[in-house]
């Protein structure tokens, strides 16, 4: 099916309609070349520590030669990965990926409850965890298929004698390290040295092989793993990298990784798009710490960041942000959730640079939609399909409608995964037959092909850029005996953008908004425990019984 493509004429000078999907056949093979040209370049930092891309070269070989040589693991097998923004998160990764082994991200932050679901679901034979969450793995291990565990503590890699007295710090006075007892484990410096023993033989990686299970949540609240192949990262590697290239200096970036890596977007506007630049990549380990952050900002002037509204919201109301260096900066992309105009507009004042937003999913890995990189002023719109990229707007027939009608965003590129791993029919549902990937978003396109998200389809919450699910959450809630019906919506919150609202019909009168709190807290990462809580004596239901969560939505907003 050939659609009409207005947005091609309004496409910045120099980005081509087309990118070349196979200039590289995998992400190692794009990491090779960018460690030909900038090995002696600085990489990534974190916490006042600098590796090279020779260095990363070195590093990920080693655990690359340590998974398959000493793990004995095969091509396909499945490696978590749970930590926050350090030095080890990109060796490992890279790691992974030169053994020809899938990646599976996971957050930092999880329950033990949703941590089991994820390596059941997953299958992964290996996890890689910080010791601040090693806990967690320890509480689920007997329940999963997982055959090894590596931790590492925040400041192995930072060198001596900061690595030791950060490690120190977070487990003995700032209490960080809740004690865990894994005797099998090993840790990542001593894997590093294991695999320095090894060769690294020769991997066959293909295009088509999955370089990442991104775990995304669902309309049923159980989190699916999205098959991202070499060829979606590399596609979007390459779409993101033409769009942006003209406003960039290969060799000379400094980004800011404020966002974490095992995010579908940061993961691959920053860890994959800008290493393809051959860019120093600034990780900041926890940004909620503003006035840390600030601080680190006022290091070393930086060319680039990527956020989430309440990032750049938290930024322009920290004191001394407005003191930070901005002469070089040119490049600030905002995604993950809805930026807000009067922080683009705050953003501009302050800095000097166009807060440019975009949109994607992760089973779009993730980049879709991107505004012009020169553009003047915040508009209000996701942007415009980037190349090699086809928009449209259906209906519920699916029909593609006319300009300026409100329906389904749908998106077809070499960026849409490969499907949902082992749930052929959730894949078969969210891709048509004429590989239009459905968005769940409701959206209008306008004459010159910019796309402006409506609503949302789905009754998802977005919490400071992540999704959640109200089925999880009400699943979780509807454990507690004294609970008979419960709702969860998302509401307005200046903050987060969202915030999780639970509307509870009690079974037990006795029962506590607080009892409520602590059996959220013990069984959902923090983002998904709700902030607002409402007891009724009823819920407003559909004439079959189906909770109508959009009118308790409507009621808040």
């Known amino acids: 099916m050939t659609i009409e493509r207005p947005w091609l004429a309004q496409y910045p000078a120099g980005v081509p309609a087309e990118i070349d999907v196979d200039e590289y056949p995998s992400i190692p093979a794009m990491l090779d070349e960018s460690i030909r040209r900038y090995r002696d370049r600085p990489a990534f930092s974190n916490m006042g520590k600098c590796i090279s891309y020779g260095d990363v070269d070195t590093l990920s070989s080693q655990f690359a030669a340590y998974l398959l040589g000493e793990l004995r693991l095969k091509k396909g097998d499945r490696v978590a990965i749970m930590m926050p923004n350090c030095l080890q998160y990109p060796i490992a990764t890279f790691g992974v990926l030169r053994a020809g082994l899938t990646v599976v991200n996971v957050n930092p932050m999880y329950t033990a409850r949703e941590l089991k679901h994820q390596m059941v679901d997953s299958g992964a034979a290996a996890i890689l965890v910080l010791d601040n969450f090693a806990h967690t793995v320890q509480e689920v291990l007997g329940d999963t298929p997982l055959q090894h565990v590596i931790t590492t503590g925040l400041g192995d890699m930072l060198g001596f004698p900061k690595g030791p007295i950060v490690n120190f710090v977070l487990r003995y006075v700032k209490k960080m390290v809740p004690d865990y007892d894994i005797p099998s484990a090993v840790r990542f410096r001593d894997a590093l040295s294991l695999g320095a023993r090894h060769a690294l033989p020769e991997v066959s990686i ?157 089973e779009t890995s993730p980049a879709a939609c991107i505004n012009p990189m020169d553009l003047a002023e915040y508009n209000g719109s996701i942007g415009l399909p980037i190349p090699s990229t086809d928009a449209c707007i259906k209906d519920e027939d699916g029909n593609i409608l006319p300009v300026g009608e409100v329906g389904e965003l749908c998106i077809r590129g070499p960026q849409v995964m490969k499907g949902y791993w082992n749930r052929p029919e959730e894949t078969a549902a969210a891709i048509d037959a004429d590989g239009w990937l459905h968005t769940g978003d409701m959206a209008r396109m306008d004459e010159q092909g910019f796309f402006y998200i409506v609503d949302r389809k789905k009754d998802m919450i977005l919490v400071s850029g992540f999704n959640v699910y109200p089925n999880e959450i009400e699943d979780v809630i509807a454990m507690m005996p004294g609970v008979l019906e419960v709702a969860a919506v998302g509401v307005p919150d200046e903050r987060s953008g969202e915030v999780v609202k639970l509307v509870i019909v009690k079974k037990d009168p006795s029962l506590t908004a607080e009892q409520v709190k602590a059996h959220a807290r013990a069984n959902l990462t923090g983002y998904k425990q709700p902030k607002i809580i409402e007891f009724r004596d009823e819920l407003p239901k559909t004439n079959v019984g189906k909770i109508l969560r959009r009118a308790l939505r409507d009621e808040a907003n």
């Open 206 to 362: 293909s295009p088509e092989d999955i370089a990442f299970l991104q775990y995304t949540g669902g309309t049923t609240g159980v989190a699916k793993g999205a098959m991202l192949t070499h060829r979606n990262l590399v596609a979007n590697m390459q779409q993101a990298s033409a769009w942006v290239g003209g406003n960039t200096r290969p060799g000379e970036e400094v980004i800011v990784t404020a966002l974490p890596l095992y995010h579908i977007f940061a993961l691959t506007a920053n860890g994959l798009v800008f290493t393809k630049f051959g860019a120093k990549n600034i990780l900041i380990t926890n940004p909620r710490d503003m006035p840390g952050f600030v601080k680190e900002l006022q290091r070393e002037p930086f060319t680039a960041i990527t956020g989430v509204n309440t990032l750049f919201n938290g930024l322009l109301n920290t004191p001394g942000f407005d003191k930070v260096d901005f002469s070089k900066l040119h490049l600030t992309l905002g995604g993950g959730m809805a930026v807000q105009r009067a922080v683009a507009e705050r953003w501009k004042k302050v800095t000097g640079v166009t807060l440019v937003e975009a949109y994607g999913l992760t």
